[in-house]
């Protein structure tokens, strides 16, 4: 390893990072970003990066937006900071929820605001739970989620959270919440399964296990429309509307997780658009604001609604808010930032590329590495394997996915390896089509130097 740079030694003697292994990270320190443009970065060196994971699944309309910047700094001149405890409020939350109850791809009656997609699903349950509380019935609280599921890292998000790691040694899952069987046809559908017999049997599994607790005890499936950071999953055809029926039968409510699918990634502006379902509510975070400041969200139809203003009328008090929930400057930018989407018509931008991209995708599935390459819109999941018949995964200690990242950064190029050597891409919606092309081309590099490395070291190819 060469010697780490000043800055990086200060990193490495001050930071806890998260998600890594923070004992081989003392060695290789961290890439240190300096400024951004466009779909590019660059590191303290001056080497260009095209930011393939738009920041952590996030940064739609890219780097170096000026109208996001000057509308930020407009708002701290006029008002830095201002809040909604106790009936205070401000112009700028309320004309970003007024925008996204009109772009709500449901009936959407009130927006509740917070910072992080971990906090809008903690607060997902909460809801549930104190609405379950006001219809009187306390004893169906239990919320099934997936395996591989990704919802945030607090303590009920991480328990809907369907990823080992963020489990083992946290003394997580909290009792409570369950998991069910992750859709992904590559890994979990038997040999000739159709894709519809695939959801059959899901759905059948969710309604197994919801009749085996007790439906009087289970109040909420949560569900990312297209699972991200499990190793992007899409579920198999008629998914959701078999899920749904089943939510409906034992009068289950029904979140979902837009946390990464919202605003375009998927083609349209709601993941559940492109799958066709419909929600009771939904989680909002990341490309709302386009990642310039965080802010997040629980839009909640008018049913909760009323459970819950007929609760905190019973208690005296609907107790639960954020100091930051709503913060004016991130909402003015959020605010900015959809008028962005549909002005400029990022979304339909987006999916016009979708078909480029996804081709540039697939074609990697004749990669000797690669198990699976899969996607939809602008987001994909390439599945490194040691085995392309038998789909045998790397040993763990090997880190594949990550030596798959190290060259890739080598190319210029940021992309992620998550849940088992799964190399994601999730570049921002404003991506030109040669950016794509240059993209797939120093991806498909990195894989080859990927796979030269892995021949030198006689891990078991076959
Ligand atoms: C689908 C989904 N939900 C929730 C979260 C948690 O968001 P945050 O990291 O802002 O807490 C993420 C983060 O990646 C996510 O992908």
Same mark, same amino acid.
């Given at each position: ?21 923070? $004992? ?14 466009? !779909? ?14 738009? /920041?952590?699944? +996030? ?6 937006? %000026? ?7 407009? *708002? ?21 929820? %007024? ?11 009130? &927006? ?11 607060? *997902? ?30 303590? !009920? ?22 998991? =069910? ?26 309604? #197994? ?10 109040? $909420?499936?949560?569900?990312?429309? !297209? ?10 055809? =008629? ?6 029926? &089943?939510?409906?039968? @034992?009068? &289950? ?7 990464? +699918? ?17 929600? @009771? ?38 107790? @639960? ?7 004016? !400057? ?6 900015? $930032? ?23 995708? #697939? ?9 699976? $390459? ?5 987001? /994909? /999941? ?23 990242? #190290? ?10 390896? &998550? ?6 891409? +999730? ?36």
């Amino acid at each position: 390893m060469p010697p780490l740079s000043n800055l990086a030694t200060r990193d490495v003697e001050t930071l806890v990072h998260p998600f890594i292994n923070l $004992a081989r990270f003392r060695d290789s320190g961290p890439l240190i970003i300096e400024r951004g443009q466009g !779909v590019t970065v660059y590191d303290t060196d001056g080497k260009a990066y095209i930011e393939a994971m738009a /920041g952590l699944w +996030c940064t739609a309309l890219g780097y170096g937006n %000026e109208e996001l910047v000057e509308t930020a700094a407009a *708002q701290m001149r006029k008002l830095s900071f201002a809040h909604l405890f106790t009936g205070k409020s401000h112009d700028a939350a309320i004309e970003l929820a %007024e925008k996204l109850k009109e772009i709500a791809p449901v009936p959407i009656s009130k &927006v509740f605001f917070c910072n992080s997609g971990s906090e809008a699903n903690d607060s *997902q349950v909460k809801l549930v739970w104190y609405l379950n509380n006001a219809l009187g019935r306390p004893r169906k609280k239990k919320i099934i989620s997936r395996m591989k599921a990704y919802h945030g890292v607090t303590v !009920v998000a991480a328990s809907l959270t369907g990823l080992p790691g963020n489990q083992r040694d946290f003394d997580l899952p909290l009792s409570g919440f369950l998991h =069910t069987t992750c859709p992904q046809a590559y890994r979990f559908a038997h040999d000739g399964e159709s894709e519809e017999a695939f959801a059959t049997r899901l759905a059948g599994e969710l309604d #197994a296990l919801i009749v085996k607790e007790g439906a009087d005890t289970v109040a $909420a499936f949560i569900a990312e429309p !297209v699972m991200g950071a499990g190793g992007v999953i899409v579920p198999p055809k =008629t998914y959701y509307e078999k899920i749904m029926a &089943v939510c409906a039968k @034992h009068d &289950v409510f029904m979140i979902d997780d837009e946390v990464i +699918c919202g605003f375009g990634r998927l083609g349209t502006m709601f993941g559940c658009e492109k799958l066709y379902f419909r929600p @009771h509510s939904i989680s909002i975070a990341k490309a709302m604001s386009s990642a310039y400041l965080p802010i997040a969200g629980v839009m909640i139809p008018e049913a909760m609604y009323q459970a819950l203003l007929e609760e905190s009328k019973k208690i005296g008090v609907f107790a @639960h808010g954020f100091t930051y929930g709503g913060h004016p !400057v991130s909402a003015a930018v959020a605010l900015k $930032a959809i008028e962005i989407y549909v002005r400029d018509r990022i979304v339909e931008t987006g999916a016009a590329r979708a078909p480029q991209f996804q081709a540039r995708l #697939a074609a990697l599935n004749a990669h000797p590495l690669v198990g699976e $390459a899969r996607g939809l819109g602008l987001i /994909g /999941g390439i599945e490194l394997v040691a085995d392309k018949k038998t789909k045998r995964s790397f040993a763990p200690a090997h880190a594949v996915g990550a030596r798959a990242v #190290a060259f890739a950064e080598a190319e210029g190029l940021i992309v992620r390896s &998550v849940a088992g050597d799964v190399i994601t891409l +999730c570049p921002p919606l404003i991506i030109g089509a040669e950016e794509v092309d240059e993209l797939f081309d120093r991806l498909t590099r990195a894989l080859d130097r990927t796979l030269d490395w892995a021949t030198r070291e006689r891990l078991a190819l076959e």
